[in-house]
């Protein structure tokens, strides 16, 4: 592969944009096709493809809604409406939001670890393809990815988990970028 310095400059910046900074259109129907190709292009220790990819788009953001503010009015009988709002906006006001759900299978020598870092590549593949066909994305996961009921009402298969929920937009704004850890701190050089 030919040197890059377009793709170099983009990883060396790539931001998140956050969810209420992601505003229409959202990717049209071609487009949304090329994420998901990119999305599904992702190192797959023995081709087992374990992870699943669910849309929530339109009024389904807001059926996703409903359905968050219910759970979460069961479980907190006490929660006051500003909180039952806020679930009911979770997926708003990003104009799509695609679910990453790991589906890993049984298999003699690919540990289903591994099976679930290849989902988490997904999630992140997605938001790199986001970012190529110009939009922003943001790669959250929230409470209802680790409550099976809720994951379940948002289309997960028992024994599957949502890696994660990756809102996708136009950027309505630039982060500033955040700090990051330091090389020296992640690196080091092996001896024996
Ligand atoms: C697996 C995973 C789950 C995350 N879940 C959340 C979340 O629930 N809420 C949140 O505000 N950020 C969450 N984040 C972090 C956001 O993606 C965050 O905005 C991002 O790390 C910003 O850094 P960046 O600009 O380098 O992408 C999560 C990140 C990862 C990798």
Do not use: C
């Amino acid at each position: 592969m030919p040197a890059n310095p377009e793709l170099r400059d983009y990883l060396l910046t790539r931001r998140s944009v956050t969810k209420p900074f992601l505003a229409e259109p959202g990717p049209n129907e071609d487009e949304l096709k090329q994420l998901f190709t990119i999305a599904n292009r992702v190192p797959d220790h023995g081709k087992l493809a374990p992870w699943r990819m669910i849309v929530y788009a339109g009024d389904a953001r807001l059926q996703v809604g409903e359905i968050l503010a219910r759970k979460f009015k069961a479980d907190y009988p006490d929660a006051t409406a500003e909180q039952l709002e806020a679930e009911r906006q979770q997926f708003l006001p990003a104009p799509l939001t695609v679910g990453v759900l790991s589906s890993p299978v049984d298999h003699f020598k690919i540990p289903q670890f591994e099976q679930l870092l290849a989902a988490g590549n997904v999630a992140f593949n997605l938001a790199h393809g986001a970012n190529a066909l110009g939009f922003g994305a943001h790669w959250v996961t929230r409470w209802f990815a680790y409550d099976d009921e809720a994951a379940a009402a948002l289309g997960a298969r028992p024994g599957e988990r949502f890696v994660g929920f990756v809102h996708i937009g136009t950027p309505e704004t630039r982060l500033e970028d955040r700090e990051r850890p330091s090389i020296d701190d992640i690196v080091s050089i092996w001896q024996s």
